[in-house]
């Protein structure tokens, strides 16, 4: 599906440029015709971006980043800043993966390390882009999760720091309001990318089962019976980082198929 040129000229910055919706997002930004700068700890993944985002005829600038580390994070934040004149738009997909345990089960440490990458570097990334989104009345999207509509047992952990991530988004949306700053969060679902069909097949193996049974049976409570593609999601990041959403802030929009209803 083609991109609507929703960001002309825009300079997005995101953070988390994986091999899923990181990408999609760099990718899908780029075809809505914005620069990038791309953040991760991987050097080699975000070349492969940045390429892919300069064969679309934009710019691309790959800083890789500890997104947990204060001095590389600012680091992260002048380069842009150097290299473009400013960041409208900072996309925080960064996240910790969850950790399948019980609230009584789960270490300390673990559940410090999901917030420590969902919510600190969050916070720590808007903090330094604050002056340059504010001078260019620019945007925050967060990318969040629909477990934030369920308490699944074995999902109190990521629960947890997503809400903290939910409240952060709503406070920076009072504070840098005034100010001119939007910002929202995305709740996607299960979003089907390579682990998750992998994760898929594993399942089916170990039933003896057909692939589109395992499936079938996981997407049976989604209205649409199916999981998001990436670039699903990524359009309705794009979406809220648009002027089409202009009077849209302190937003979370389910981005799950009609899995949860709020």
Known sequence: MNVPELLPGKVVLVAGVGPGLGRELAVRCARAGADLVLAARTASRLEEVADEVKQLGRRALAVPTDLTDEEETASLVRAAVETYGRVDTLIHNAFAAPQHLTMVEVGLDEVREGFEINVYAALRLARLLAPTLVESRGSIVMINSSVLRHSIERCGSYKMAKAGLLALAQMLSTELGPQGVRVNTVAPGPILIDTVKAFVEEI???????????????????????LQDPDEVADAVIFLASDLARAITGHCLDVNGGEYHS
């Open 204 to 226: 089916a193996a170990a039933r003896g089962v057909p692939a589109q049974t395992v499936y079938d049976e996981m997407t049976s409570s989604i209205d649409r019976r199916r």
